[in-house]
């Protein structure tokens, strides 16, 4: 499986980190823009926080929002989003480098803005709230296109980062529509907004830019064009620049849309046919350089080309402080992909997402690819490039980006992609989706296996299959162990899925109770890990040799595996992935063997919150890590956790009877523990409750937070209540903050 990912390519240059820097770097004023000093200083006098600028397109808020940060005295800080950012993990890890310019601490916390499940919001959120929270200097952190991030994930995770903004600061979001997030917060009195009827242009104020603009024209005329265009700013520099090129505004009415299409077609159509075929073109592309132009639109004089529509200002802006870079303004682009579409067909336009697709990959931006081939209706490249970077952006904490894909795949295209299959299993397993992990591992039993053969990585559809499979542990312990070594047989040794594959042959080697072979096992999974980068296989094993190694009373062993084991987990910023709940339960036992009852805590702690999405779908993995749980538990004289763990490990059972040997040691301590007179303790957090508490630091409703949670509103009110019982509070913000004084939430 490929890892190419970064964006550095052959010549050195890493465009990922290039365009990194366009998102964060505030955009020059366009020439000709009229002042909004008036409407920015009523806002940077508000005691809200949060600013929201909510207007359609065209309507100036960039223009807002850069003039705004050259008036402003405070530390600024600039994040613009794309399509691609729709993911809370990507979101977090914008707004973390961004505040890296007046913050500290921001540099440390970029790293731990990722995670699966709740776990963004449960950790990420909070920990970028605390960021904010601890800046030194007053600042002001301005959030640009906040509309390709409006799903509910993102702007959950948005609204808990923003509630550390401290006084006499401010965040600016602007966005083409209100979201629901603003609307919460207005109505909790922390949110102010500036609307379209705010940004709208006056008859002085258009006349100001069409002087700007040189643009000579009578006053009642401006009059009757500030009325047809209802201020709109936008049209009005349109109008300004058909003006200034004797052109006749007579035909101007309508509503904005069409408006703009008039406006944008006569502002052109004086423009060379090859230059209009260049500009229509290159629309595909939401930021594009010279080299993206030849090689997508085709057009060997491309520097010439961006060099002329950048002298004419047509709504061309420069993304790099040295003009490599570039996109148009959004609302000229949606115009420049109609024209396209009509000029030369929609299959033109998939041809030319196809193109930019194959450039991107060739870059290693292998993510902004896929969102060509999914535009492109390409679903069948789609399907194999989200299987060959799937491992990556899983590490990096990008599994919502991953489903998204899926999603727009479709089921039917992903049938006819073993690979892709598989990676929707693993998906859906390692988010805690029974729903889909059953579905996809009952796709796969269907694949037949004669035609074995998937992606650029030559993997083996059985052998893959295979891992799957044991991981799930379907058919009980022996098939498994049968499974597992199917998957390393047919494993090129470079390939990152090895090490799974021989974690896997461990962990089925002591379902069926050869502990020896499955040290040797995990022993290669930890070497192979370390030799591919994928650092899952080891943080499962290390933790594995620990026990193996306090069974044969080799303590010092034992120590060794288990700080291994945490310490992967904590270098590789995985805490709240699934995986890692048992390298810290047995990290916890280790820390309680030793008397350090502090560390002990934050891990056990740590623990308990990843086994949230650990489900019989993982059975091994999640008996394991429940069972060491609930050991640590009952060493801490909390016999009511322990049971509790206990209870769980039954559910697992219940869908998953033949585990092995594991039946037999959690029998065991069953024993132990109905054999203490001593019950003391209280009950934990069940993971539906652990699902629900993160989302308590938010305005959301009762109702909200069940259609979040895709449960009802009175499992919702009973999981609450049962979570203000354990915690012994009254309160939502009670609640939050004895769930972080526990380490529930936040770090």
């Not at 209802?230 to 058909?242: K, N, R, Y």
Request: aromatic share 6%; hydrophobic share 45%.
């Amino acid at each position: 499986m490929s890892t190419t990912t970064s964006g550095e390519v052959a010549t050195g240059v890493d465009l990922a980190a290039v365009l990194l820097e366009s998102k964060l770097a505030v955009p020059s004023l366009p020439p000709g823009s009229v002042s909004r000093r008036a409407v920015i200083g009523r806002a940077a006098r508000s005691d809200a926080r949060v600013i929201a600028v909510s207007a359609p397109a065209g309507f100036g808020k960039t223009t807002l929002l850069a003039e705004w940060a050259q008036l402003e005295e405070r530390e600024i800080a600039w994040v613009s989003l794309d399509a691609g950012d729709d993911d809370p993990t990507a979101l977090l890890t914008l707004l973390a480098s961004a505040c890296a310019a007046f913050s500290p601490l921001a540099e440390s916390a970029i790293a731990q803005m990722r995670g699966v499940g709740v776990a963004p919001l449960a950790r990420a959120a909070p920990l970028l709230s605390a960021v904010l929270a601890a800046s030194p200097e007053p600042f002001v952190l301005f959030v640009d296109d906040l509309h390709f991030a409006d799903s509910p994930g993102c702007q959950d995770v948005l609204e808990v980062a923003v509630a550390g903004v401290p006084a006499g600061s401010q965040v600016i979001l602007a966005s083409r529509r209100e979201t629901p997030l603003i609307a919460r917060m207005r109505t909790a009195g922390v949110a102010a907004e500036v609307a379209a009827s705010d940004l709208s242009l006056a008859s002085d104020d258009a006349r100001a830019l069409f002087a700007r603009v040189g643009a000579s024209i009578a006053d009642d005329e401006l009059d009757s064009i500030v009325a047809k265009s209802e201020g709109w700013p936008a049209g009005l520099f349109l109008c300004a620049q058909i003006v200034r090129a004797d052109g006749d505004t007579a035909g101007i009415s309508g509503d904005h849309r069409y408006l703009a299409d008039y406006l944008y077609r006569e502002c052109i159509a004086r423009l060379p046919p090859d230059v209009q075929r260049f500009l229509r073109r290159t629309a595909v592309l939401t930021k594009f350089s010279a080299d993206a132009c030849v090689d997508v639109a085709d057009e060997d004089r491309a520097r010439e080309m961006i060099h002329e529509i950048d002298t004419a200002n047509l709504f061309l802006i420069p993304l790099d402080r040295e003009r490599g870079w570039y996109r148009y303004h959004a609302l000229f682009r949606e115009y420049l992909l109609a024209e396209l579409e009509r000029e030369e067909g929609a299959a033109a336009v998939q041809a030319l997402h196809r193109r930019a697709a194959a450039w991107l990959g060739d870059q290693g931006l292998a993510e902004a690819a896929v969102e060509h081939l999914l535009l492109a209706g390409d679903l069948d490249r789609a399907a194999v490039v989200t299987a060959d970077v799937a491992l990556s952006l899983y590490d990096r904490g990008r599994m919502l980006t991953i489903r998204r894909w899926l999603g727009a795949i479709g089921p039917d295209e992903i049938r006819r992609h073993p690979p892709a299959a598989v990676i929707a299993g693993w998906a859906g397993a390692l988010s805690g989706d029974i729903a889909e992990g059953e579905r996809w591992a009952h796709v796969l039993e269907g694949i037949e296996t004669d035609h074995a053969c998937a992606g650029e990585e030559g993997a083996d559809v059985a052998a893959a299959r295979a891992m799957l499979r044991a991981a799930m542990c379907r058919y009980g312990a022996k098939r498994a162990l049968d499974d597992a070594l199917c998957g390393v047989s047919r494993q090129p040794l470079w390939s990152p899925w090895r090490a799974v594959a021989q974690h896997l042959v461990g962990s089925a080697q002591l379902l069926v109770g050869d502990e020896d072979a499955a040290r040797d096992a995990f022993l290669d999974a930890v070497d192979l890990s370390e030799a591919t980068g994928i650092v899952d296989p080891a943080i499962l094993s290390e933790p594995e040799l620990a026990l193996l190694a306090m069974r044969a009373n080799r303590v010092a062993d034992a120590r060794a595996h288990a700080e291994r084991g945490v310490a992967l987990v904590e270098s590789s910023t995985m805490i709240g992935y699934p995986v890692t709940g048992l390298a810290l339960a047995v990290g916890a036992r280790m820390a309680l063997r030793d008397e350090r009852p502090d560390r002990a805590r934050q891990r056990l702690a740590r623990a308990m919150r990843a086994r949230v999405d650990s489900t019989y779908l993982l059975p091994f993995l999640s008996v394991r890590t429940r069972l060491q749980l609930a050991k640590a538990h009952a060493s801490m004289g909390d016999h009511a956790a322990a049971r509790h763990l206990i209870h769980e490990i039954d559910d697992v059972f219940a869908k998953r009877p033949d585990l092995g040997t594991l039946v037999e040691q959690v029998e065991a301590f069953r024993r132990s523990l109905d054999g203490d007179a001593f019950a003391g303790g209280a009950t934990p957090l069940t993971p539906a409750e652990l699902r629900l508490l993160p989302y308590l630091q938010t305005y959301l409703t009762i109702g909200e937070i069940g259609e979040r949670l895709f449960v009802s509103r009175n499992t919702v009110s009973s999981e609450v209540s049962s979570i203000y019982r354990k915690l012994g509070v009254t309160s939502r913000g009670g609640a939050v903050d004895r769930a972080t004084e526990l380490g529930m939430l936040g770090d």
